[in-house]
């Protein structure tokens, strides 16, 4: 049973940064094909926001393209999200996935707020 969790979430002016780890544990990390963090705000779908697989290939959204960097850590079993230029719109409740093999797995998510 893969557990994920999540932290480094908080409050942030406009333009500041946050980091956010993502703990992995119960399974060995290179089974794991992909990891990734969603996001969901208010009133809004979840959506996918950066992943990097087991071989190295990463994704971006649009939206955070040269603002945040997804990173993974194999001694630490962790992946890690560097939010950068945060803007208002980037609040919302952020998700740790992992997939192994035909499952998804969830962390608790991790709240991010981005206001003055």
């Known amino acids: 049973q893969v557990q994920l969790v999540e932290s480094g979430g908080g409050l942030v002016p406009p333009g500041g940064s946050l980091r956010l780890s993502c703990a992995a544990s119960g399974v060995v990390f290179f089974s794991i094909s992909s990891m990734g963090w969603y996001r969901q705000a208010p009133g809004k779908q979840r959506e996918a926001v950066a992943s990097?697989?087991?071989?190295?290939?990463?994704n971006y959204v649009d939206s955070v393209k040269g603002r945040f960097t997804i990173s993974r850590d194999a001694a630490k079993n962790t992946v890690y999200l560097q939010m950068n230029s945060l803007k208002p719109e980037d609040t919302a409740v952020y998700y740790c996935?992992?997939?192994?093999?035909?499952?998804?797995?969830w962390g608790q998510g991790t709240q991010v707020t981005v206001s003055s």
């Open positions: 996935n992992a997939i192994k093999g035909m499952r998804n797995y």
């Open positions: 990097v697989t087991n071989s190295g290939n990463i």
